[in-house]
């Protein structure tokens, strides 16, 4: 399993914005996230790349814990959060981007 997050729960003040999820992702395995406005979809993605910390569960990438590491630390493993509409690189398609 390349990636498994285990009953993540994320607070934001005292607010649950995310409370109890998990999800596995398997090598070469496409997930897509759904859910209406505040559901917590960014919020969660913000959280396995380490730009916002959860307040319980855990996140495993390769077997290794990372709920714990800085975004740059969780960057070098491959893995970045690229907000909605925004481009790494404006003249690349999306498929350029991830390549």
């Known amino acids: ?16 914005a995310v409370q109890g ?3 596995r992702v398997e ?8 859910g209406s406005n505040g559901a ?11 730009l916002v910390r959860p307040s319980a569960g855990e996140i ?5 814990r990372i709920d714990g590491r800085s975004p740059d ?5 491959g893995i970045a959060h690229v907000p909605e509409g925004r ?7 999306v498929l350029e981007n991830l390549y």
């Open 87 to 93: 481009r790494v690189f404006p003249g690349l398609t």
């Open 40 to 50: 917590g979809k960014s919020t969660t993605l913000r959280t396995i790349s380490g």
């Open 73 to 77: 630390k969780i960057l070098k493993l």
């Open 27 to 34: 090598k070469g395995q496409l997930v897509t996230l759904l």
């Open 60 to 64: 495993r990438f390769d077997g290794k």
């Open 1 to 16: 399993m390349l990636l498994n997050l285990t009953d993540i729960v994320i607070h934001y003040q005292k607010v649950a």
């Open 21 to 23: 999820i998990s999800l």
